[in-house]
């Protein structure tokens, strides 16, 4: 009868005698049938954020959300009454707008299904990407933000238990498990009621759920030898009520989802990560509200550890691996035991390691080596080839090993670069157009040449560092070294991602021809599914040129801006709209690589500069290639600068944090430096000319360098081949093709020549048909800026030098007419 009179209050509607005759007119006959339920499910606790007064405004008269009921704290100022009471706002059998877009064990949109509490709380949140004011219209769950949670108030939460106690009593249907904060409903949005909230009281006075002790300690002294998979923690936190799926990836979903759940039951270890303490936690809540459930969870747990996981590829410790005789010997006989390896005339080196044999005959270029005599059983020996080989493909074969039945192993190792110290190309032509810019205004280069395994030429011009903020040549500019650390812009696309992709497709991590979804499954919605890893590295996804997600004014709004690398890597995945159809057209864009970076640190677990400089750089001897270099103890001093007065174009741009002093040792790249934190698949790798020399010679041969193999033969050829849409893209790599990029390949180049160009000044020519590779970097940003706030150009990008084309052919000119 209350409940009657409160929605006739509500509606105004007085009772008559008439209207109450006219209802009880009304024939009909009640039976009540078994099958019905409660329609609230749920109770759902909140944190205000704000004051008693704010909330009250917000949820009551401006705000466009509500809640069932608000409770107040003890001293706060703007609370009215002596005596803490609850606000009732929305009657329990109304829609109260608290939950937003959510979802709990099955159910969405939980608005319709919950009674929501606001519990008057205020964090502290700081951030120093934002303004004071502008922190509340954040996502809540936001890694740029440092949150200081309060306690909370023991008479509210005395208030708060006495309520829930009657919330449950009212509506049986819900549960202890379907009593929620506002995070394990929304934990990609939202972080309330927070760590603080005190979840296990509530439970010991009958509301919500909490695990047994003894029960977790069963599972710890399981999952501290052999913690669950992150696979089977996702099946679990969903089986519990969680919105994650099933992607056996610590994606940014599951990192969100154990924050809540962490949050939730474990508020002294809010780390996001999928550990064993968290397991144990998770599977006691299982077996304590769904033992059926945790029966197949711990059934799937044990099937994982008699699953023997797939091996990846391991790559090989040299060029030629040849195990003699062959495994399988075909019936021409004169086929067997014999091929090709690359080495340079006056080096090489064979290593044999003997198995079972006790002589043998090897022959390099038709050629007989001595070798021991007799050969001892599992042992290895080591030989110069340096007498036998020649430039290019050498050959070898061997035959009469005995006894029969016995076997060896043979190991051709990569050529290494060499430093070439009688050069008889002529360079002249080439030093002095270099040279002639340089006297003209042209800050500086450094440039190299590989030919025939060989750096024939090394030079440095210019300075590293030449002008002012101002615009002003320094009184005592900074010399340029061979060894100077150049931003290389994007070739970090080839040297870094691309080199990355490579390694992981010939170890068998990585199929480039699968959907992006199948590695990032949270890549979907409005055509991602479609979009194979191909199509990034062909440029043919769809994509814009940029986003300038470091500008509050980038050309898709607002919420596009972030100077956070974990935001712009959830805006990447599930935020960037496409401008085009798939594989319409190729268009050049540094969203595909951002991308491609995510995939890498996806399927390594590692971010992409520790992946690239731990598994590819440092084992090929690289010191000086790397991300960050300011980071990692790299003087500022041997680093090239780039532009002069930050990112503002000398004052024309502005925008949040831009920086205004002469660059040096941080990546120019805006999109790199501050939305991903200097390490971006398009953009943030520095290096050397010795360094990237090292890298284009490992390509020449072909994958490998020395006793290292990045990547297989096959896996280069099929990332260099044309694209039959356009022959001056490969995958990733742009191409010479029938002279289509004379600009950048210059006239002489074969049409396998491959390579890049980087914004600050950097260019890559690799060759096979010639052996050759051709490395100039420049710091042609570093100088002045010329033109009105629209129409501008670097003064550095007018010389010749800066244009790359033109001592590209003259290198060649210097090589082709010797």
């Given at each position: 009868?209350?409940?009657?009179?409160?929605?006739?209050?509500?509606?105004?509607?007085?009772?008559?005698?008439?209207?109450?005759?006219?209802?009880?007119?009304?024939?009909?006959?009640?039976?009540?049938?078994?099958?019905?339920?409660?329609?609230?499910?749920?109770?759902?606790?909140?944190?205000?954020?704000?004051?008693?007064?704010?909330?009250?405004?917000?949820?009551?008269?401006?705000?466009?959300?509500?809640?069932?009921?608000?409770?107040?704290?003890?001293?706060?100022?703007?609370?009215?009454?002596?005596?803490?009471?609850?606000?009732?706002?929305?009657?329990?059998?109304?829609?109260?707008?608290?939950?937003?877009?959510?979802?709990?064990?099955?159910?969405?949109?939980?608005?319709?299904?919950?009674?929501?509490?606001?519990?008057?709380?205020?964090?502290?949140?700081?951030?120093?990407?934002?303004?004071?004011?502008?922190?509340?219209?954040?996502?809540?769950?936001?890694?740029?933000?440092?949150?200081?949670?309060?306690?909370y108030d023991?008479?509210?939460?005395?208030?708060?238990?006495?309520?829930?106690?009657g919330?449950?009593?009212?509506?049986?249907?819900?549960?202890?498990?379907?009593?929620?904060?506002?995070?394990?409903?929304?934990?990609?949005?939202?972080?309330?009621?927070?760590p603080?909230?005190?979840?296990?009281?509530?439970?010991?006075?009958?509301?919500?759920?909490?695990?047994?002790n003894?029960?977790?300690?069963k599972?710890?002294?399981?999952?501290?030898?052999?913690?669950?998979?992150?696979?089977?923690?996702?099946?679990?936190?969903?089986?519990?009520?969680?919105?994650?799926?099933?992607?056996?990836?610590?994606?940014?979903?599951?990192?969100?989802?154990?924050?809540?759940?962490?949050?939730?039951?474990?508020?002294?270890h809010?780390?996001?990560?999928?550990?064993?303490?968290?397991?144990?936690?998770?599977?006691?809540?299982?077996?304590?509200?769904?033992?059926?459930?945790?029966?197949?969870?711990?059934?799937?747990?044990?099937?994982?550890?008699?699953?023997?996981?797939?091996?990846?590829?391991?790559?090989?410790?040299?060029?030629?691996?040849?195990?003699?005789?062959?495994?399988d010997?075909?019936?021409?006989?004169?086929?067997?035991?014999?091929?090709?390896?690359?080495?340079?005339?006056?080096?090489?080196?064979?290593?044999?390691?003997?198995?079972?044999?006790?002589?043998?005959?090897?022959?390099?270029?038709?050629?007989?080596?001595?070798?021991?005599?007799?050969?001892?059983?599992?042992?290895?020996?080591?030989?110069?080839?340096?007498?036998?080989?020649?430039?290019?493909?050498?050959?070898?074969?061997?035959?009469?090993?005995?006894?029969?039945?016995?076997?060896?192993?043979?190991?051709?190792?990569?050529?290494?670069?060499?430093?070439?110290?009688?050069?008889?190309?002529?360079?002249?032509?080439?030093?002095?157009?270099?040279?002639?810019?340089?006297?003209?205004?042209?800050?500086g280069?450094?440039?190299?040449?590989?030919?025939?395994?060989?750096?024939i030429?090394?030079?440095?011009?210019?300075?590293?560092?030449?002008?002012?903020?101002?615009?002003?040549?320094?009184?005592?500019?900074?010399?340029?070294?061979?060894?100077?650390?150049?931003?290389?812009?994007?070739?970090?696309?080839?040297?870094?991602?691309?080199?990355?992709?490579?390694k992981?497709?010939?170890?068998?991590?990585?199929?480039?021809?699968?959907?992006?979804?199948?590695?990032?499954?949270?890549f979907?919605?409005?055509?991602?599914?479609?979009?194979?890893?191909?199509?990034?590295?062909?440029?043919?996804?769809?994509?814009?040129?940029?986003?300038?997600?470091?500008?509050?004014?980038?050309?898709f709004?607002?919420?596009?801006?972030?100077?956070?690398?974990?935001?712009?890597?959830?805006?990447?995945?599930?935020?960037?709209?496409?401008?085009?159809?798939?594989n319409?057209?190729?268009?050049?864009s540094?969203?595909?690589?951002?991308?491609?970076?995510?995939?890498?640190?996806?399927?390594?677990?590692?971010?992409?500069d520790?992946?690239?400089?731990?598994?590819?750089?440092?084992?090929?001897?690289?010191?000086?290639?790397?991300?960050n270099?300011l980071?990692?103890?790299?003087?500022?001093?041997t680093i090239?600068?780039?532009?002069l007065?930050?990112?503002?174009?000398?004052?024309?741009?502005?925008?949040?944090?831009?920086?205004?002093?002469?660059?040096?040792?941080?990546?120019?790249?805006?999109?790199?430096?501050?939305?991903?934190?200097?390490?971006?698949?398009?953009?943030?790798?520095?290096?050397?000319?010795?360094?990237?020399?090292?890298?284009?010679?490992?390509?020449?041969?072909?994958?490998?360098?020395?006793?290292?193999?990045?990547?297989?033969?096959?896996?280069?050829?099929?990332?260099?081949?044309?694209?039959?849409?356009?022959?001056?893209?490969?995958?990733?790599?742009?191409?010479?093709?029938?002279?289509?990029?004379?600009w950048?390949?210059?006239?002489?180049?074969?049409?396998?020549?491959?390579?890049?160009?980087g914004?600050?000044?950097?260019?890559?020519?690799?060759?096979?048909?010639?052996?050759?590779?051709?490395?100039?970097?420049?710091?042609?940003?570093?100088?002045?800026?010329?033109?009105?706030?629209?129409?501008?150009?670097?003064?550095?990008?007018?010389?010749?030098?800066?244009?790359?084309?033109?001592?590209?052919?003259?290198?060649?000119?210097?090589?082709?007419?010797?």
């Amino acid at each position: 009868m209350m409940t009657f009179l409160f929605y006739l209050k509500k509606l105004g509607i007085f009772a008559s005698a008439a209207f109450l005759v006219s209802c009880a007119s009304t024939p009909y006959e009640f039976t009540q049938s078994a099958n019905y339920s409660h329609r609230v499910k749920f109770l759902v606790m909140h944190y205000t954020a704000i004051n008693y007064e704010k909330s009250m405004q917000v949820l009551v008269e401006d705000g466009g959300l509500s809640a069932h009921y608000l409770v107040p704290e003890s001293n706060d100022p703007s609370y009215p009454d002596d005596e803490l009471k609850i606000t009732q706002l929305v009657d329990e059998h109304d829609r109260a707008w608290h939950a937003g877009r959510s979802y709990w064990q099955g159910r969405e949109d939980l608005n319709d299904q919950s009674i929501g509490i606001e519990i008057v709380n205020i964090p502290t949140c700081h951030s120093p990407e934002l303004e004071e004011h502008e922190l509340d219209t954040q996502l809540q769950n936001d890694a740029s933000k440092l949150c200081i949670y309060p306690d909370y108030d023991a008479k509210q939460m005395a208030l708060l238990i006495e309520l829930s106690q009657g919330i449950l009593a009212r509506h049986p249907d819900i549960g202890p498990t379907q009593v929620v904060g506002h995070s394990d409903i929304a934990p990609s949005r939202k972080n309330d009621p927070g760590p603080r909230f005190p979840w296990y009281q509530l439970y010991q006075a009958g509301v919500g759920a909490w695990y047994d002790n003894h029960t977790v300690d069963k599972y710890w002294q399981q999952f501290s030898v052999v913690k669950p998979s992150i696979g089977l923690m996702q099946s679990a936190l969903r089986g519990y009520g969680y919105d994650v799926q099933a992607t056996n990836q610590l994606d940014p979903q599951t990192l969100d989802t154990l924050s809540a759940f962490q949050m939730h039951f474990l508020p002294w270890h809010v780390s996001g990560n999928a550990d064993a303490r968290s397991g144990a936690v998770l599977f006691a809540l299982m077996e304590k509200y769904f033992p059926k459930k945790a029966t197949k969870l711990m059934a799937q747990y044990n099937q994982e550890q008699t699953t023997v996981e797939p091996q990846p590829k391991q790559l090989a410790n040299a060029q030629v691996v040849a195990l003699i005789p062959e495994r399988d010997p075909s019936t021409r006989l004169l086929v067997n035991n014999r091929g090709t390896f690359k080495a340079y005339k006056g080096r090489g080196q064979l290593v044999i390691e003997n198995n079972t044999a006790t002589s043998a005959d090897i022959y390099i270029n038709g050629e007989k080596i001595n070798i021991a005599s007799p050969l001892q059983a599992n042992k290895q020996y080591t030989y110069s080839l340096s007498k036998r080989t020649r430039n290019g493909v050498n050959t070898y074969k061997v035959d009469n090993v005995l006894p029969e039945g016995a076997s060896l192993t043979l190991r051709f190792a990569y050529p290494q670069l060499k430093k070439s110290a009688n050069n008889t190309y002529n360079f002249s032509a080439v030093d002095k157009l270099i040279n002639d810019d340089i006297a003209a205004g042209f800050p500086g280069a450094v440039l190299g040449v590989i030919k025939d395994g060989k750096l024939i030429k090394l030079s440095s011009y210019g300075d590293a560092k030449k002008y002012q903020r101002n615009g002003t040549a320094m009184q005592s500019p900074q010399k340029m070294q061979i060894g100077t650390l150049f931003d290389i812009a994007s070739n970090s696309k080839m040297f870094a991602t691309n080199f990355a992709l490579m390694k992981l497709v010939s170890e068998g991590k990585l199929d480039v021809n699968k959907p992006l979804f199948y590695y990032l499954p949270e890549f979907r919605g409005r055509g991602r599914e479609q979009r194979l890893v191909k199509d990034l590295l062909t440029h043919s996804a769809g994509y814009p040129a940029v986003v300038d997600f470091h500008r509050k004014d980038n050309k898709f709004g607002e919420r596009f801006f972030s100077q956070n690398s974990l935001r712009t890597k959830n805006l990447l995945l599930t935020g960037v709209p496409f401008i085009a159809g798939r594989n319409v057209k190729h268009l050049y864009s540094d969203i595909d690589y951002m991308l491609l970076g995510v995939l890498i640190e996806r399927i390594t677990q590692q971010a992409l500069d520790y992946y690239v400089e731990g598994q590819i750089y440092q084992p090929l001897g690289l010191q000086h290639t790397l991300f960050n270099p300011l980071q990692k103890g790299v003087s500022k001093h041997t680093i090239a600068a780039t532009e002069l007065a930050g990112n503002s174009r000398g004052g024309r741009i502005s925008f949040d944090n831009i920086r205004t002093d002469v660059l040096q040792g941080q990546v120019h790249d805006e999109k790199a430096f501050y939305a991903l934190g200097g390490v971006a698949g398009h953009a943030g790798l520095f290096s050397t000319v010795e360094e990237l020399g090292v890298l284009s010679q490992l390509l020449l041969n072909r994958g490998g360098y020395g006793d290292k193999q990045i990547f297989t033969p096959q896996v280069l050829d099929q990332f260099i081949a044309p694209q039959a849409s356009n022959e001056t893209y490969g995958l990733g790599w742009r191409r010479a093709g029938e002279h289509a990029q004379k600009w950048h390949f210059g006239p002489y180049a074969s049409p396998q020549a491959y390579g890049h160009t980087g914004w600050t000044g950097t260019v890559t020519v690799i060759d096979p048909a010639y052996d050759l590779a051709i490395i100039l970097l420049t710091n042609a940003r570093h100088s002045p800026i010329k033109g009105n706030d629209t129409h501008y150009e670097f003064v550095g990008k007018k010389f010749e030098t800066g244009k790359y084309g033109s001592v590209i052919s003259l290198v060649y000119e210097a090589l082709l007419n010797h």
